[in-house]
């Protein structure tokens, strides 16, 4: 029983360290810089993935002799 209790406190022990870490690394300054550096590609993506699913129904709606969009 008293390994059982070791290894409780040990993982609770470590979770402390982890949020305590992840409060400290994280402030909205590095997050917002993080999301900027990224939104180029989720924006290039967004039309991307919008222009292959207009394509799709086009050609879709072609091969039947109708387009519907």
């Known amino acids: 029983m008293d390994g059982a209790t070791t290894t409780t ?3 609770t022990n470590s979770m402390t360290e982890i949020v305590t ?4 690394g994280i402030t909205s300054d590095t997050l917002f810089g993080t999301v900027a550096d990224l939104m180029p590609w989720v924006i290039t993506l967004t039309i991307a993935s919008l222009g292959l699913h207009f394509l799709r129904k086009l050609v879709k709606g072609a091969a039947k002799g109708k387009v519907r969009f």
Request: hydrophobic letters at 55%.
């Open 21 to 24: 870490a992840l409060n400290a």
């Open 9 to 11: 406190t040990t993982v």
